[in-house]
């Protein structure tokens, strides 16, 4: 069975400031590993994801996210958040085919302050 | 990247009439799609999994009764919430899958209000 734990149900940051978002995962097979960010009223858009070669991605808009496989960590960073990044983040796991589910966290609450 | 689109995205039915959500992958072919609901302020739950021309895998304690799945074609999948009540009030969403991008696409949503 596979996990997914956001510690963060909500972060508060200033406008500029750096914000980490932390999510842990559990799984006994090889998994892939998504952020979504959703804002209000709306379906979920891929930030970034994990499959497999290098353990840092990065997203368009200057988020970025590194596998730890030792920590069973997919932490999410950002070195400056804006005003427009306030939104939902959801941690995900995903298996290796088709037929594999996506689990979701429960969430982080990004909110930023001016 | 792919385009799912849902339909609606918001409706409003009196209690006790069956309400029905359309998932179309636009641009690709969706070998599996998902569904979800979503309640206020929390996470994502699925709900079924279903797979062209199969019966749908329906998650522990959702009734299959209740939410009728069904995957007609490569490009579009449907939820039936019949004989709605109030507490089937909900943010739904669904997402297509396929091996090709090994990513799941989600559809915009729909908030459904039973009253």
């Known amino acids: 069975a596979q996990s997914v734990t956001q510690l963060d149900s909500q972060v508060p940051v200033f406008e500029e400031a750096p914000v980490e978002l932390r999510c842990n995962y559990s799984?006994?097979?090889?998994?892939?590993l998504f952020w979504y960010v959703q804002y209000p009223n709306q379906g979920l858009q891929l930030l970034l994801k994990y499959l497999s070669g290098s353990t840092l991605v990065k997203s368009i808009n200057g988020f970025e996210a590194e596998f730890n496989k030792s920590q069973t960590s997919f932490h999410l960073r950002k070195p400056s958040v804006h005003i427009s990044d306030t939104a939902e983040y959801f941690c995900a796991v995903g298996g290796y085919s088709s037929a594999s589910k996506i689990i979701f966290g429960s969430g982080t609450r990004l909110s930023i302050r001016p | 990247g792919a385009v799912v689109s849902q339909h609606p995205s918001r409706v409003i039915c009196k209690s006790g009439t069956s309400v029905k959500i359309e998932c179309r992958s636009l641009d690709f072919q969706a070998t599996t799609m998902f569904w979800y609901r979503q309640f206020p302020k929390q996470s994502l739950m699925l709900m079924a999994t279903?797979?062209?021309?199969?019966?749908?895998?329906?998650e522990q304690g959702v009734e299959k009764d209740k939410f009728l799945i069904n995957h007609a074609s490569l490009t579009l999948s449907t939820l039936t919430v019949t004989s709605a009540h109030p507490e089937d009030s909900s943010f739904y969403i669904c997402s297509a899958y396929t091996d090709m991008n090994t990513e799941a696409f989600f559809g915009q949503g729909t908030r459904l209000t039973v009253v």
């Open positions: 799984s006994s097979v090889s998994v892939y």
């Open positions: 279903s797979n062209e021309g199969s019966k749908a895998t329906y």
